[in-house]
Protein backbone atom coordinates (compact mmCIF):
# COMPACT_ATOMS: atom_id res chain seq x y z
CA UNK A 1 0.00 0.00 0.00
CA UNK A 2 1.43 3.16 -1.09
CA UNK A 3 1.74 6.02 1.52
CA UNK A 4 -1.01 8.27 -0.03
CA UNK A 5 -3.55 5.51 0.60
CA UNK A 6 -1.81 5.03 4.32
CA UNK A 7 -2.46 8.69 4.68
CA UNK A 8 -5.59 8.38 3.40
CA UNK A 9 -7.04 5.75 5.57
CA UNK A 10 -5.19 7.11 8.69
CA UNK A 11 -7.40 10.16 8.09
CA UNK A 12 -10.41 8.63 8.22
CA UNK A 13 -9.54 7.25 11.34
CA UNK A 14 -8.51 10.27 12.87
CA UNK A 15 -10.03 13.07 11.48
CA UNK A 16 -8.32 16.31 12.13
CA UNK A 17 -10.25 18.86 9.87
CA UNK A 18 -11.86 20.81 12.43
CA UNK A 19 -9.13 20.65 14.77
CA UNK A 20 -7.35 24.21 16.25
CA UNK A 21 -3.87 25.22 15.17
CA UNK A 22 -3.26 24.23 19.54
CA UNK A 23 -5.05 20.40 19.06
CA UNK A 24 -2.41 20.07 16.00
CA UNK A 25 0.20 20.76 17.70
CA UNK A 26 -1.04 18.99 20.89
CA UNK A 27 -1.76 15.68 18.63
CA UNK A 28 1.76 15.93 17.09
CA UNK A 29 3.20 16.68 20.80
CA UNK A 30 1.59 13.60 21.65
CA UNK A 31 3.20 11.54 19.21
CA UNK A 32 6.52 12.68 19.76
CA UNK A 33 5.95 11.99 23.19
CA UNK A 34 4.08 8.51 22.97
CA UNK A 35 6.43 7.24 20.06
CA UNK A 36 3.17 6.99 18.49
CA UNK A 37 3.36 6.24 14.15
CA UNK A 38 0.15 6.09 13.31
CA UNK A 39 -1.16 9.56 15.24
CA UNK A 40 1.70 11.08 13.42
CA UNK A 41 0.87 9.81 10.13
CA UNK A 42 -2.40 11.10 10.78
CA UNK A 43 -2.10 14.96 11.07
CA UNK A 44 0.36 14.98 7.91
CA UNK A 45 -2.47 15.41 5.23
CA UNK A 46 -4.51 18.00 7.44
CA UNK A 47 -1.20 20.02 7.83
CA UNK A 48 -0.21 19.76 4.13
CA UNK A 49 -3.74 20.66 3.51
CA UNK A 50 -3.70 23.73 5.75
CA UNK A 51 -0.66 25.08 4.27
CA UNK A 52 -1.66 24.49 0.72
CA UNK A 53 -4.61 26.89 1.45
CA UNK A 54 -3.58 30.20 0.60
CA UNK A 55 -6.18 31.56 2.66
CA UNK A 56 -4.13 30.41 6.24
CA UNK A 57 -2.13 32.88 7.74
CA UNK A 58 -0.46 30.34 9.94
CA UNK A 59 1.73 28.44 7.42
CA UNK A 60 5.04 28.97 8.74
CA UNK A 61 4.28 27.60 12.32
CA UNK A 62 2.07 24.55 9.92
CA UNK A 63 5.26 24.28 8.39
CA UNK A 64 7.16 23.91 11.35
CA UNK A 65 4.54 21.29 12.90
CA UNK A 66 4.75 19.47 9.45
CA UNK A 67 8.63 18.96 9.08
CA UNK A 68 8.98 17.68 12.80
CA UNK A 69 6.19 15.74 12.77
CA UNK A 70 7.64 14.22 9.61
CA UNK A 71 11.17 13.38 11.36
CA UNK A 72 9.29 11.72 13.69
CA UNK A 73 7.51 9.53 11.29
CA UNK A 74 10.62 9.02 9.36
CA UNK A 75 12.44 7.67 12.12
CA UNK A 76 9.72 5.63 13.21
CA UNK A 77 9.48 3.78 9.76
CA UNK A 78 13.15 3.79 10.25
CA UNK A 79 13.53 2.21 13.81
CA UNK A 80 10.83 -0.36 12.20
CA UNK A 81 13.26 -1.17 8.80
CA UNK A 82 15.93 -1.91 11.13
CA UNK A 83 14.49 -4.64 13.34
CA UNK A 84 16.00 -7.97 12.92
CA UNK A 85 12.76 -9.70 11.88
CA UNK A 86 11.94 -7.53 9.58
CA UNK A 87 11.11 -9.11 6.14
CA UNK A 88 12.67 -7.90 2.73
CA UNK A 89 9.18 -7.43 1.53
CA UNK A 90 8.36 -5.14 4.54
CA UNK A 91 11.13 -3.45 4.26
CA UNK A 92 10.36 -2.36 0.46
CA UNK A 93 7.11 -0.72 1.98
CA UNK A 94 9.11 0.73 4.75
CA UNK A 95 11.72 2.42 2.37
CA UNK A 96 9.13 3.44 0.13
CA UNK A 97 6.91 5.38 2.89
CA UNK A 98 10.66 6.69 4.63
CA UNK A 99 11.73 8.32 1.30
CA UNK A 100 7.92 9.78 0.40
CA UNK A 101 7.70 10.46 4.34
CA UNK A 102 10.67 12.70 3.69
CA UNK A 103 10.24 14.18 0.52
CA UNK A 104 7.01 16.06 2.35
CA UNK A 105 9.45 17.09 4.90
CA UNK A 106 11.79 18.60 2.51
CA UNK A 107 9.09 20.54 0.77
CA UNK A 108 7.56 21.82 4.42
CA UNK A 109 10.60 22.90 5.33
CA UNK A 110 11.53 24.83 1.93
CA UNK A 111 8.95 27.46 2.89
CA UNK A 112 10.84 28.03 6.30
CA UNK A 113 13.20 30.44 7.33
CA UNK A 114 17.24 29.58 6.89
CA UNK A 115 17.67 28.46 11.05
CA UNK A 116 19.95 25.66 12.51
CA UNK A 117 16.33 23.72 12.85
CA UNK A 118 15.79 24.14 9.57
CA UNK A 119 19.22 22.06 8.47
CA UNK A 120 19.29 20.13 11.25
CA UNK A 121 16.01 18.43 10.02
CA UNK A 122 16.79 18.03 6.68
CA UNK A 123 20.03 16.45 7.17
CA UNK A 124 17.89 14.26 9.94
CA UNK A 125 15.67 13.37 7.25
CA UNK A 126 18.47 12.75 4.28
CA UNK A 127 19.93 9.89 7.22
CA UNK A 128 16.77 8.17 6.82
CA UNK A 129 16.83 7.91 3.88
CA UNK A 130 20.40 6.64 3.55
CA UNK A 131 19.58 2.90 4.03
CA UNK A 132 21.95 1.22 1.48
CA UNK A 133 25.44 2.01 0.07
CA UNK A 134 23.30 3.80 -3.05
CA UNK A 135 21.63 5.64 -1.26
CA UNK A 136 24.54 6.49 1.17
CA UNK A 137 26.87 7.71 -1.79
CA UNK A 138 23.57 9.88 -2.82
CA UNK A 139 22.45 11.92 0.19
CA UNK A 140 25.63 11.88 2.16
CA UNK A 141 26.95 14.99 0.78
CA UNK A 142 23.70 16.80 1.59
CA UNK A 143 23.53 14.97 5.25
CA UNK A 144 26.93 16.56 6.20
CA UNK A 145 26.50 19.72 4.69
CA UNK A 146 23.38 20.61 6.98
CA UNK A 147 24.26 19.10 10.05
CA UNK A 148 27.47 21.60 9.14
CA UNK A 149 25.01 24.83 8.15
CA UNK A 150 22.97 23.88 11.42
CA UNK A 151 25.96 23.94 13.97
CA UNK A 152 27.71 27.22 11.87
CA UNK A 153 24.38 28.67 12.70
CA UNK A 154 23.76 27.46 16.56
CA UNK A 155 27.20 25.78 17.73
CA UNK A 156 25.41 24.72 20.57
CA UNK A 157 22.49 23.45 18.96
CA UNK A 158 22.13 20.02 20.94
CA UNK A 159 19.87 18.28 18.52
CA UNK A 160 22.63 18.80 16.30
CA UNK A 161 25.54 17.60 18.09
CA UNK A 162 23.36 14.26 18.13
CA UNK A 163 22.31 14.54 14.55
CA UNK A 164 26.32 14.92 14.18
CA UNK A 165 27.43 12.18 16.62
CA UNK A 166 25.33 9.47 15.03
CA UNK A 167 27.61 8.85 11.77
CA UNK A 168 30.44 9.06 14.25
CA UNK A 169 29.20 6.57 16.61
CA UNK A 170 28.31 4.02 14.06
CA UNK A 171 30.18 4.24 10.58
CA UNK A 172 33.10 2.04 10.13
CA UNK A 173 36.34 3.98 10.32
CA UNK A 174 36.74 4.31 6.22
CA UNK A 175 33.60 5.95 6.41
CA UNK A 176 33.85 8.05 9.21
CA UNK A 177 33.73 6.55 12.10
CA UNK A 178 35.07 7.94 15.55
CA UNK A 179 33.86 6.98 18.23
CA UNK A 180 35.83 8.58 20.50
CA UNK A 181 34.52 11.91 18.44
CA UNK A 182 31.15 11.08 18.23
CA UNK A 183 30.76 10.41 22.41
CA UNK A 184 32.44 13.73 22.76
CA UNK A 185 29.90 15.49 20.89
CA UNK A 186 27.17 13.52 22.10
CA UNK A 187 28.43 13.98 26.03
CA UNK A 188 27.99 17.81 25.05
CA UNK A 189 24.63 17.31 23.35
CA UNK A 190 23.55 15.54 26.93
CA UNK A 191 25.06 18.28 28.86
CA UNK A 192 23.20 21.49 27.00
CA UNK A 193 20.08 19.41 27.26
CA UNK A 194 19.69 16.46 30.02
CA UNK A 195 16.21 15.96 29.64
CA UNK A 196 16.56 14.80 25.53
CA UNK A 197 15.67 11.26 26.14
CA UNK A 198 16.74 10.20 22.48
CA UNK A 199 20.64 11.09 23.37
CA UNK A 200 20.50 8.95 25.69
CA UNK A 201 19.03 6.13 23.35
CA UNK A 202 21.30 6.75 20.73
CA UNK A 203 24.46 6.82 23.39
CA UNK A 204 23.57 3.28 24.72
CA UNK A 205 23.50 2.07 21.18
CA UNK A 206 26.78 3.31 20.73
CA UNK A 207 27.93 1.64 23.90
CA UNK A 208 26.54 -2.06 23.31
CA UNK A 209 27.86 -1.97 19.91
CA UNK A 210 31.63 -1.18 22.02
CA UNK A 211 31.09 -3.90 24.04
CA UNK A 212 29.78 -2.16 27.67
CA UNK A 213 26.39 -2.64 27.90
CA UNK A 214 26.06 -1.99 31.74
CA UNK A 215 26.44 1.70 30.23
CA UNK A 216 24.40 0.97 27.91
CA UNK A 217 21.41 0.07 30.29
CA UNK A 218 22.16 2.31 32.76
CA UNK A 219 21.82 5.41 29.20
CA UNK A 220 17.82 3.54 28.50
CA UNK A 221 16.81 3.80 32.35
CA UNK A 222 17.72 7.17 32.61
CA UNK A 223 15.90 7.77 29.07
CA UNK A 224 13.05 6.23 30.76
CA UNK A 225 13.10 8.04 33.55
CA UNK A 226 12.84 10.96 31.58
CA UNK A 227 10.42 9.37 29.17
CA UNK A 228 8.21 6.63 30.63
CA UNK A 229 6.77 5.98 27.02
CA UNK A 230 9.91 5.93 25.28
CA UNK A 231 9.26 2.65 24.01
CA UNK A 232 12.63 2.15 21.89
CA UNK A 233 14.70 2.65 25.33
CA UNK A 234 12.31 -0.20 26.93
CA UNK A 235 12.93 -2.59 24.32
CA UNK A 236 17.00 -1.74 23.96
CA UNK A 237 16.54 -2.65 27.86
CA UNK A 238 14.32 -5.61 27.80
CA UNK A 239 16.30 -7.33 25.28
CA UNK A 240 20.13 -6.70 26.52
CA UNK A 241 18.65 -7.48 29.70
CA UNK A 242 17.62 -10.96 28.28
CA UNK A 243 20.99 -11.42 26.67
CA UNK A 244 23.28 -11.25 29.78
CA UNK A 245 20.56 -13.08 31.57
CA UNK A 246 22.97 -16.06 33.02
CA UNK A 247 21.11 -19.38 31.15
CA UNK A 248 18.92 -21.36 33.13
CA UNK A 249 19.55 -24.98 33.63
Not at 149 to 170: G, I, M, T, W
Request: glycine share 6%.
Amino acid sequence: MGLSCVFALLALAADFSGATMDELKAAADKARTHYDLELGQSIIPELQTRINSTADTQSEELRWVLAEDTLLVASLLRYRYEKPDTSNTEKRSLGEQIDQTASIGFTALGGLPDTSEKHRIMSDLYAMMMRTRFKGNRFQEAMHDNINKALELDPKNAKALVSQSRRKLFAEEEYGGDFEGGLALINEAIELDPTDESAYILRGLAYEQHDEPEKALADWEKALEINPDARPAQEHLDRVRAKLAPAQP
